[in-house]
Structure formats: structure tokens, C-alpha cells
């Protein structure tokens, strides 16, 4: 499934944050947004999930403007995953998955056998079957997030976005995160994700999008575009970038400020 802008303008609290942005997001590609503070990311990811409406230009689904879908058509299609959740939700994981159905299910409808599967299907994929039980204020940073992901995937999107998904976890748990998006793109979803890590960024993206001031600075595969002249521009302080010994990938890291000085 394609989602494509077409020179998208967005504004957030009253700021223009998104300035005249083309781009074009293929289907089953695995695609990283990176920029400062302020750079207009989760702004654009907003846009391109429907929640905010543009200011000018257009958000395309498969061709269609996405603002002349239904709604419930758009979450049939595509699931966004905010950053911050909902707090004192006082319910099971389980309970939170079978919230992923509501587009699928008319008004008083009882579940089908199809909800059944595709709820099963999302606690497993997210890893989250084994406390499906368990209520949502029980489980760890990891273990929650990993929940929200498994609501997202119940809609059975074939498109997911999700901001900062790895904010405030630990190592482990970003890890772990990570790898589910890795597989879910392996099995064919096109995973939109705005990551503030750019060692996870080039460890695990194929695509990513930088962006500075609303504006796309640089787009392209992770080899070619997390080297430290474009990462400089985009965010403003000298850029140290290593190759991974096992994969090759690259692993961005800011310089230390007294690396050039002399003695």
C-alpha cells in the first residue's frame, strides 16, 4: 500500500510545522523519520495518519486523498501509534488488543471468528499472549508498549505508524521492540516509525527521512544518508559515524566537543 504527500503543508498549535513536503513511501518499506526537537516529525507523521488536516496540499492512500476516505475505511488500512498513551486506562491487555477491531465491527455486531484470529494474531506478534490477562498498570515500560503495538496490529493494518515507540525504554526492551518491527516488515507491512535514536535509526531502517526547520533534509537508503555531513545540517553539532563490524550498518554518534582540540 503507497501513502504519498503531495508538497503537504501541516501546522500544530497554531505553528507552521510542515513545509510544502513530496514524498513518496512505498509499500513494504521500513522507514525511519529523524530530526531535532521541533523539526517537524511527529507533526508530519500526524499528517500523514490523517489526525491533523493540511493546510495546503494533499495526503495520498493508494492514490486517493486520504481525506475523502471514511475513517473507519482509513484505520482498516492504517494504524498510528501516538507516543504518549492514554494514562490510568484500568483494563487487560487483552481487553486493550480487542479495541483494534472497532473499525471492523458495525454497531452491536458480536465477534466473528475473523476478530478472534486477528486478535490472537496481534498478542502473538507483539509477544504479549502470555499477559494478556494482566492489566495494563502491571506490566513493564517494555511490556506496555509492546500492548499498544499489539492494539495497533488488531486493526490489521497494512500500513503503521508509530512515534517514538522506543522513548523511555531500556536498552533490552528497544531491542526487543525494534526486532518486532524488523519482522512485522518482513512479512510485508509498511512500518513508518519516528525514531530519536540514530544508532537504532541505522541499525534496524532501510529508509531514512531527515528533517530540519518543517523542511526534508535528506531521504534516502541508511548507508547513504546517516553520514556526518547531512546529519551536521540536520542537527546542528559535528557527527562521528562508525560502521558495525557485523552488519556494516551505519551507527551515528555526535562527537565529543573537545575531540578536535589540541592540547
Same mark, same amino acid.
Given at each position: 500500500?503507497? *501513502?504519498?504527500t503531495e508538497r503537504l503543508? *501541516?501546522?500544530?498549535?497554531g505553528?507552521?510545522?510542515v513545509?510544502?513536503v513530496?514524498?513518496?513511501?512505498?509499500?513494504?518499506?521500513?522507514?525511519?523519520?529523524?530530526?531535532?526537537?521541533?523539526?517537524?516529525?511527529?507533526?508530519?507523521?500526524?499528517?500523514?495518519?490523517?489526525?491533523?488536516?493540511?493546510?495546503?496540499g =494533499?495526503?495520498?492512500?493508494?492514490?486517493?486523498?486520504i481525506?475523502?476516505?471514511s475513517?473507519?475505511?482509513?484505520?482498516?488500512?492504517?494504524?498510528v501509534?501516538?507516543? @504518549?498513551?492514554?494514562?490510568?486506562?484500568?483494563?487487560?491487555?487483552?481487553e486493550?488488543?480487542?479495541?483494534?477491531r472497532?473499525?471492523?465491527?458495525?454497531?452491536?455486531?458480536?465477534?466473528?471468528?475473523a476478530d =478472534?484470529?486477528?486478535v490472537?494474531?496481534?498478542?502473538?506478534?507483539?509477544?504479549v499472549?502470555?499477559?494478556?490477562?494482566?492489566?495494563?498498570?502491571?506490566?513493564?515500560g517494555g511490556e506496555?508498549?509492546?500492548?499498544?503495538?499489539?492494539?495497533?496490529?488488531?486493526?490489521?493494518?497494512?500500513?503503521?505508524?508509530l512515534?517514538?515507540?522506543?522513548?523511555f525504554?531500556?536498552v533490552?526492551?528497544?531491542?526487543?521492540?525494534?526486532?518486532?518491527?524488523?519482522? *512485522?516488515?518482513?512479512e510485508?507491512?509498511?512500518?513508518?516509525v519516528?525514531?530519536?535514536?540514530?544508532?537504532l535509526?541505522?541499525?534496524?531502517m532501510?529508509?531514512v527521512?531527515?528533517?530540519?526547520?518543517?523542511?526534508?533534509?535528506?531521504?534516502?537508503?541508511?548507508?547513504?544518508?546517516?553520514?556526518?555531513?547531512?546529519?551536521e545540517?540536520?542537527?546542528?553539532?559535528?557527527?562521528?559515524?562508525?560502521?558495525?563490524? @557485523?552488519?556494516? *550498518?551505519?551507527?551515528?554518534?555526535?562527537?565529543?566537543?573537545?575531540?578536535?582540540?589540541?592540547?
Open positions: 500500500m503507497r *501513502l504519498s503543508s *501541516l501546522s500544530y498549535n505553528r507552521d510545522a513545509h510544502e513530496t514524498l513518496d513511501l512505498e509499500s513494504g518499506e521500513l522507514i525511519a523519520i529523524v530530526g531535532p526537537n521541533g523539526s517537524g516529525k511527529t507533526t508530519l507523521l500526524r499528517g500523514l495518519s490523517r489526525l491533523l488536516r493540511p493546510v495546503a =494533499h495526503v495520498l492512500l493508494d492514490g486517493d486523498d481525506r475523502a476516505i475513517s473507519r475505511s482509513v484505520a482498516r488500512r492504517l494504524a501509534l501516538p507516543q @504518549e498513551h492514554p494514562e490510568g486506562v484500568d483494563i487487560t491487555v487483552n486493550l488488543v480487542w479495541r483494534g472497532a473499525p471492523h465491527q458495525g454497531i452491536l455486531q458480536r465477534a466473528t471468528p =478472534h484470529e486477528a490472537d494474531w496481534a498478542l502473538e506478534a507483539a509477544d499472549h502470555h499477559i494478556a490477562s494482566r492489566p495494563l498498570g502491571s506490566l513493564s506496555r508498549q509492546r500492548a499498544w503495538i499489539a492494539l495497533a496490529l488488531a486493526q490489521q493494518p497494512r500500513v503503521l505508524l512515534d517514538e515507540p522506543t522513548s525504554l531500556d533490552q526492551h528497544q531491542v526487543e521492540v525494534m526486532a518486532l518491527l524488523t519482522r *512485522l516488515n518482513a510485508g507491512m509498511t512500518i513508518i519516528v525514531v530519536h535514536d540514530l544508532a535509526a541505522g541499525r534496524f532501510q529508509r527521512i531527515g528533517m530540519r526547520d518543517g523542511r526534508i533534509a535528506f531521504d534516502g537508503p541508511s548507508r547513504e544518508v546517516l553520514r556526518p555531513e547531512p546529519l545540517e540536520v542537527f546542528g553539532v559535528p557527527m562521528l559515524v562508525l560502521e558495525d563490524p @557485523e552488519s556494516g *550498518l551505519p551507527v551515528p554518534l555526535p562527537r565529543h566537543p573537545e575531540a578536535d582540540a589540541g592540547p
